[in-house]
């Protein structure tokens, strides 16, 4: 697949070492899993994660530590079974793998809720360092960026901001009010937006729609 607008190397530096906001994490392991580019250019980031971690000062551990941690292991109550339809290999799939274990199905499973002029909705779950929502937009809607930076990756479909078109796989900061994205005709264009914790991504719904009807 051709991915013309891929995740940043800040976004995958940030994921490789751990320090994204849970929602930001979700979208960096949707992109990889979507563009073979973004896994090679993690993969050299993780390794280099690695040089520099194997270049520290290991600590000295105590003689019984390895089988403290065998007793805290075998303390613990078993693990509840994972549905095994979220682990089988699923092709024809619109969301990607990390999405689907986190919204417990793919985007035909989920319960939308709508949000005015045919757009739809699934709320993630928002906390003090960001939050999220899965987006769907009809074609010809036209979808005014919003004042709080957003990221965007498009799942299904595609939309246009001026001559640029974003397709599956791409990402897309959502900054400037004065640019207007336009999904495409066809299937509803489908997008994972994320943001920092400045207001509820749940909120992004009303504003849009509100500008839309603002003209």
């Not at 995958?12 to 994490?25: C, K, R």
């Amino acid at each position: 697949m051709s991915v013309t607008h891929p995740i940043g190397d800040e976004i995958l530096l940030g994921y490789a070492a751990g320090g994204l906001p849970a929602v930001y994490d979700l979208l960096a392991a949707c992109a990889v899993s979507l563009d073979d580019d973004a896994r090679v250019r993690l993969g050299v980031f993780e390794a280099m994660g690695g040089a520099l971690l194997a270049r520290e000062q290991i600590a000295p551990l105590r003689h019984d530590s390895f089988e403290g941690v065998l007793r805290r292991i075998g303390g613990l109550p078993p693990e509840e079974t994972v549905d095994p339809g979220r682990k089988v290999p699923m092709p024809d799939a619109v969301l990607p793998r990390p999405l689907r274990e986190r919204l417990g199905g793919d985007a035909a499973d989920l319960l939308w809720t709508s949000c005015g002029l045919g757009r739809r909705e699934v709320a993630l779950d928002h906390d003090v360092d960001g939050g999220g929502c899965l987006m769907a937009i009809p074609g010809g809607v036209v979808v005014p960026a919003v004042d709080e930076d957003r990221t965007a990756l498009v799942l299904q479909g595609g939309f246009r901001i001026g001559a640029d078109r974003y397709g599956r796989g791409d990402v897309v900061a959502l900054r400037d009010p004065d640019h207007r994205a336009v999904a495409e005709d066809g299937p509803d264009c489908i997008c994972l937006v994320v943001g920092d914790g400045s207001a509820p991504i749940p909120s992004l719904g009303r504003r849009l729609r509100d500008r839309l009807l603002a003209g």
